[in-house]
């Protein structure tokens, strides 16, 4: 919702039991230069989950090409793809844009698979999370 550490440290928790749910462990992060991840709170955060915390090169947006790659697709496939009545509808977008995005659109960059299925889920664990 912002660019604060409060946000980033919930974020970072959510995300994380996300992913345990999925059975993946995080190990490493790499973020921007951004004030919220410099944060003491964020890096105590990633401490205490034992996540070794890296950051990007300043003025440098492609060492972080993935995450620059993911928000244009964002921009164009779901802030401006549709007209949205109100910034609460365009929010309230966003959470099917996800699921299509990691669920169903084949992606190239991984020779067009979905990304969910780099987690080699079996089809019990794969069905539960898809519920």
Not at 93 to 119: D, E, F, T
């Amino acid at each position: 919702p912002d660019e604060r550490f409060p946000s980033a440290v919930q974020f970072l928790k959510d995300a994380v039991a996300y992913y345990q749910r999925l059975g993946v462990t995080i190990q490493r992060l790499l973020t921007d230069n951004g004030s919220a991840f410099r944060s003491r709170a964020f890096a105590a955060l990633c401490h205490e989950l034992g996540i070794k915390h890296r950051f990007t090169r300043p003025y440098r947006p492609q060492t972080n090409g993935k995450a620059e790659r993911f928000i244009q697709s964002a921009l164009r496939e779901w802030a401006y793809a549709h007209t949205y009545q109100n910034s609460q509808h365009r929010a309230d977008a966003m959470k099917s844009w996800l699921h299509h995005y990691n669920w169903h659109r084949p992606h190239q960059g991984i020779g067009r698979a979905v990304p969910i299925s780099r987690l080699n889920l079996d089809e019990y664990n794969l069905l539960t999370v898809h519920s």
